[in-house]
């Protein structure tokens, strides 16, 4: 129960953060409270989520029950799985309110009220959605996130582009959770409980009885999760909401909010839903949709250059890595089960990782935005010269989504598609299911070299070149928006370099969603700290990676170039650019963000009928138009037969009594006078005289 005294502790902390910030106008001290409660809220959180995730222990407790009216309780359960992502939102949710706290100042004309009560709200859902076991309550918090994160989206309600965006998101996350509500309310017909327990019970019985409605069931739930999760196509919303909200509020997004989805997926199709030869084809299915995602994710964010928008279409893509990996995991784990660990790890490890850089890169956006008051590529460069630490942070946090190695990103990125790769082994599958992941596997290799060309344009155009004259008395980047880039920046690098400490702990939070029995951590990943062996079958040496080894000599090299430029002492000077004899003004020769990739985003971008596509993405749908028949449109036409009538008879009759007063005004004065008189002596008459 201690631990679940902190958790306790970690509510009230954004509980009464929440509640305070509604009536706070001033933004410094709105924030100042707002991250110091964060921060007592995210220590309340690390402890008992660290201690969870690295015993692999579970704990329980009921708060209050709706039984007998309903059979659902408030059952708080928190085990590695659940742990796990409490870590991730304790980071989170701290750096986000850190940096807040100053940048908010950049919106000058928006109230801080919009702003944080929203944002705390968002915080307690979040962690409402990993800890609760029942899924009626479960439904409650996911509702809660949906409608915060909204609010957060139309913050800005001045720009067209975030009402649209807002409406985009509201209607396709609320047809979602009806999906949810439906499979809900058919599994509790079912198992009569709306506890995971009992519903994984009632599921059991139903996939062998009756199947159909089994996976209509399992596709409710995956309509659900995908959308919110923003896989294409159902995810068309989400590169037009993420961008709209302060880039803190979008780190949130794209660092925890859009993981829960993944987290929901996981732990319904895993734990709730029990896998079974009847259901593992549900695998290939998250398999195929991550990978679609993959692909037009990811070569529509090499198209944009609003570094927002950049990032929300990589967000799509992201996603995309983990479901593959997930999906891959949820097919094999009965099959061979050293692949299934494998491939599930990767996919998880990958939600870890990405939620770091994801959260970091979101923050960089931000710092731009707050030095410059734009986030497009097009009107930046030279960036790093005016704040160097986002510069070099941007630069980790890309190659990490990136997949370069030393950093985090590789790890995740190196199981995923070593795990669709080795997928070719396994003779009792179907050749062509073998075929799917393996062409699966080599897209994702393929993405992953068009990420690191769309990130470094993002730091090209944003940070390298000239700075411009008119940037450089601009305000400075204050300590808490440089503190928070640093430590998601540190912890990209850390995890990278150390991989077997992440994978111990994601490793257990598999374990604990799956209830089955799996091969042993030290059978599957075998090493040490400086770096892991993978096996992908008892005594079978997959591959290795020991990071340490490859940084040292890098290190090596640095420190002698640094050396030769230290002391060399070259004299160096500063000219002028030669543009060939002409003369040009510098924006007139500056390399944009919108020149870079120029022949294969053309190669990228067509048109359908009147439909444009850019990186496969469709950026113009036509509007949707229908007809319904006069008849049926006059009855809920109520200005026609009710209103328009009703204030025409209002009119009329106002008219009339004006035209009254108008001609008896004489009248009514003589009568008002003659009244008076008339109420004076009858009160006299009734004072016996002695008025």
């Known amino acids: 129960m201690e631990h679940l005294s902190y958790i306790y502790a970690s509510f009230v902390a954004l509980i009464v953060s929440m509640v305070c910030t509604c009536f706070i106008k001033n933004k410094s001290v709105a924030g100042f409270f707002a991250s110091t409660l964060s921060l007592s809220s995210s220590i309340c959180l690390f402890y008992p989520a660290i201690d969870i995730v690295i015993g692999n222990k579970l704990v329980e407790q009921t708060i209050f029950s709706l039984k007998p009216l309903i059979n659902s309780s408030f059952l708080l359960s928190i085990d590695s799985l659940s742990a796990l992502f409490l870590l991730i939102i304790s980071l989170i949710s701290f750096c986000v309110s850190l940096f807040s706290w100053k940048y908010l100042n950049a919106y000058e004309s928006h109230s801080p009220i919009k702003f944080y009560p929203f944002l705390m709200l968002l915080f307690i859902s979040s962690i409402g959605v990993v800890c609760i076991k029942d899924i009626l309550f479960f439904i409650v918090f996911w509702e809660l996130m949906t409608l915060s994160s909204w609010f957060l989206i139309v913050f800005d309600r001045e720009k067209k582009s975030a009402i649209k965006g807002g409406l985009q998101y509201f209607i396709a996350t609320h047809v979602a959770t009806a999906f949810l509500i439906l499979a809900s309310v058919i599994l509790y017909s079912y198992s009569n409980d709306f506890s995971f327990t009992e519903i994984k019970k009632g599921f059991s019985l139903l996939i062998n009885t009756q199947p159909a409605l089994a996976h209509f069931i399992l596709f409710c739930i995956f309509i659900a999760f995908i959308t919110k999760a923003g896989v294409l196509p159902f995810g068309f919303w989400l590169p037009n909401a993420y961008p709209q909200p302060p880039s803190s509020a979008s780190s949130f997004f794209g660092g925890v909010m859009s993981k829960l989805a993944v987290y929901a997926i996981l732990r319904f199709f895993v734990s709730v839903t029990p896998i079974t030869q009847n259901n593992q084809i549900w695998g290939l299915i998250v398999a195929v949709a991550g990978t679609i995602s993959i692909f037009v994710g990811t070569i529509a964010a090499l198209t944009q250059d609003e570094t927002k928008r950049l990032m929300s279409f990589h967000a799509i893509g992201q996603v995309g890595y983990m479901l593959l990996g997930i999906g891959v995991g949820i097919y094999f784990i009965n099959i061979n089960p050293f692949l299934g660990t494998v491939a599930m790890v990767g996919g998880l490890f990958h939600v870890l990782n990405n939620s770091i850089y994801k959260s970091l890169l979101f923050l960089n956006a931000g710092s731009i935005f ?35 190695p030393p950093f985090n990103g590789f790890v995740s990125k190196l199981l995923i598609f070593e795990s669709s790769i080795w997928s070719a082994k396994q003779s009792e599958v179907f050749l062509l299911i073998r075929i799917v992941f393996i062409i699966s596997g080599i897209i994702s290799i393929f993405i992953s070299a068009v990420t690191l060309a769309s990130f470094l344009k993002f730091v090209n155009s944003a940070f390298m070149g000239k700075l411009p004259d008119m940037l450089e008395q601009k305000r400075k980047l204050p300590w808490s928006m440089n503190v928070p880039q640093l430590m998601l920046a540190f912890i990209c690098l850390f995890t990278g370099l150390f991989p077997l400490i992440p994978l111990n702990i994601v490793y257990n939070a598999v374990v604990a969603s799956t209830g089955i029995s799996l091969p042993e951590f030290s059978s599957v990943f075998t090493g040490n700290i400086a770096g892991a062996d993978i096996n992908f079958c008892k005594d079978c040496l997959a591959g290795s990676w ?146």
Request: proline share 6%; hydrophobic share 45%.
């Open 370 to 404: 707050y030095k410059t008051k734009t986030t497009d590529l097009n009107k930046v460069e030279g960036l790093i010269k005016v704040m160097p630490l986002a510069g070099i942070t941007a630069l980790i946090g890309s190659l990490s989504i990136a997949g370069v």
């Open 546 to 691: 020991f990071p340490i080894f490859v940084m040292i000599p890098i290190l090596i090299l640095c420190v002698i170039i640094f050396s030769f430029e230290k002391y060399a002492q070259a004299p160096k000077r500063e000219v002028q650019t030669w543009y060939g004899g002409k003369e040009h003004l510098a924006e007139e020769v500056t390399y944009r963000g919108h020149s870079f990739y120029q022949p294969f985003k053309d190669m990228v971008s067509f048109r359908i009928g009147k439909i444009q596509f850019k990186g496969f993405y469709p950026v113009n749908l036509p509007p949707i138009r229908f007809s319904l028949p006069k008849c049926f449109l006059k009855i809920f036409n109520m200005d026609e037969w009710l209103y328009y009538p009703c204030a025409k008879q209002f009119s009329k009759l106002a008219e009339k009594l004006n035209t009254i007063y108008k001609y008896i005004t004489e009248k009514y004065i003589i009568w008002l006078i003659a009244g008076s008189i008339f109420v004076i002596v009858l009160m006299v008459y009734l004072a016996g005289g002695r008025i």
